[in-house]
């Protein structure tokens, strides 16, 4: 793969995995963030590093004038349901209104590839599970909803302008993979929270909602290794310079509670994990399970890490060789003037 591509969020959990197996396939990478939320240390060396802002025109013209890009994979986001039931301007802006900012400047400088970090949020409450690509989109929180608004607007562009785009919809991304991991604060997903309790980061893991209707009462998620979702996002940037449009789940169509997952990872560091059950959160539905089918046959895609326990043991080996997260160093250069909100 000897093409120039664009990442943008690539500083972040996921976009920096891709980064870095895109790097590893051949292309040119340009990592485009404004570290809002992502670390800089995370970007692959290799990859060069803008500072900046999806949200700024002015920024992205300058950046696509300078670089004839392939294609631009799409990562910058804010991308947490709880938070997003509480600031939904926020998500709004960053997710839906900053992403036709960029969606225009792609389409101005004929950037004829897109692909774009969807969610399993978009479903909502599922009438069924494992979900398939065509079951109705019902998003319950802005989240999900911001997601979707993006999804339509692609299949607008797609029909009128003739953009290639991949969406692919995320169920639960856990894991590291090329020496990166998740590292926020604070710490909200799942697995690397009860890390986090491994290592004496926090007292307790909280369960929210015990009383949903699961065996257990707890919610049950479709987990997916970072690494496996990044080979997902090469052979979909492969697959649209013959295709126009694709839309694809990825998990692996297996769900675990979340007292499963808790009971993982103390399988897997040897600790005692201690747990604190809570209220149910805003905007939680109760099963969210991939199925995966499409891309497997279409693109043949298969997941080399489906297990859950291999999954938890691969974020608790990048946290113990990492205790303190990712070191910062100097900032990259700027793309042009201040950033504008966060993504």
């Given at each position: 793969?000897?093409?120039?591509?664009?990442?943008?969020?690539?500083?972040?959990?996921?976009?920096?995995?891709?980064?870095?197996?895109?790097?590893?396939?051949?292309?040119?990478?340009?990592?485009?963030?404004?570290?809002?939320?992502?670390?800089?240390?995370?970007?692959?060396?290799?990859?060069?590093?803008?500072?900046?802002?999806?949200?700024?025109?002015?920024?992205?013209?300058?950046?696509?004038?300078?670089?004839?890009?392939?294609?631009?994979?799409?990562?910058?986001?804010?991308?947490?349901?709880?938070?997003?039931?509480?600031?939904?301007?926020l998500y709004f802006r960053n997710n839906s209104s900053n992403t036709l900012t960029l969606l225009e400047a792609v389409m101005a400088h004929k950037i004829s590839r897109f692909v774009f970090?969807?969610?399993?949020?978009?479903?909502?409450?599922?009438?069924?599970?494992?979900?398939?690509?065509?079951?109705?989109?019902?998003?319950?929180?802005?989240?999900?909803?911001?997601?979707?608004?993006?999804e339509r607007m692609l299949a607008w562009f797609h029909r009128l302008n003739g953009l290639r785009y991949a969406s692919l919809r995320y169920f639960n991304a856990a894991g590291a993979a090329d020496d990166r991991g998740e590292d926020r604060d604070p710490e909200t997903h799942l697995i690397p929270a009860a890390?986090?309790?491994?290592?004496?980061?926090?007292?307790?893991?909280?369960?929210?909602?015990?009383?949903?209707?699961?065996?257990?009462g707890t919610c049950v998620r479709d987990y997916i290794h970072v690494s496996d979702l990044a080979s997902a996002h090469l052979l979909a940037l492969a697959a649209l310079e013959k295709k126009g449009q694709l839309i694809y789940n990825l998990g692996n169509s297996r769900g675990f509670s979340v007292r499963e997952v808790i009971e993982s990872a103390r399988r897997v560091t040897g600790r005692a994990i201690a747990s604190r059950e809570s209220e149910r959160r805003p905007g939680d539905p109760a099963v969210l399970v991939a199925s995966s089918k499409k891309?497997?046959?279409?693109?043949?895609?298969?997941?080399?890490?489906?297990?859950?326990?291999?999954?938890?043991?691969?974020?608790?080996?990048?946290?113990?060789?990492?205790?303190?997260?990712?070191?910062?160093?100097?900032?990259?250069?700027?793309?042009?003037?201040?950033?504008?909100?966060?993504?």
């Open positions: 793969m000897r093409e120039n591509i664009l990442v943008t969020g690539g500083a972040g959990y996921i976009g920096s995995v891709v980064a870095g197996a895109l790097l590893k396939a051949g292309a040119e990478v340009v990592v485009l963030d404004n570290l809002s939320r992502g670390k800089r240390a995370a970007v692959p060396q290799g990859a060069e590093f803008v500072a900046g802002d999806v949200g700024d025109r002015a920024a992205l013209d300058r950046l696509f004038r300078e670089r004839p890009f392939a294609a631009v994979m799409h990562f910058a986001a804010s991308m947490e349901v709880g938070e997003s039931m509480q600031f939904p301007a970090s969807s969610t399993a949020a978009l479903y909502g409450m599922p009438e069924r599970t494992p979900i398939e690509e065509t079951d109705p989109l019902r998003p319950i929180n802005p989240y999900g909803e911001s997601k979707f608004f993006t890390i986090e309790v491994a290592t004496g980061k926090r007292e307790h893991i909280a369960i929210y909602g015990t009383d949903y209707p699961t065996p257990d891309i497997r046959d279409e693109l043949r895609w298969v997941p080399k890490h489906p297990e859950l326990d291999d999954i938890v043991r691969s974020a608790w080996e990048w946290r113990r060789e990492h205790p303190n997260g990712y070191e910062e160093p100097s900032q990259g250069r700027p793309a042009s003037g201040p950033p504008l909100s966060g993504v």
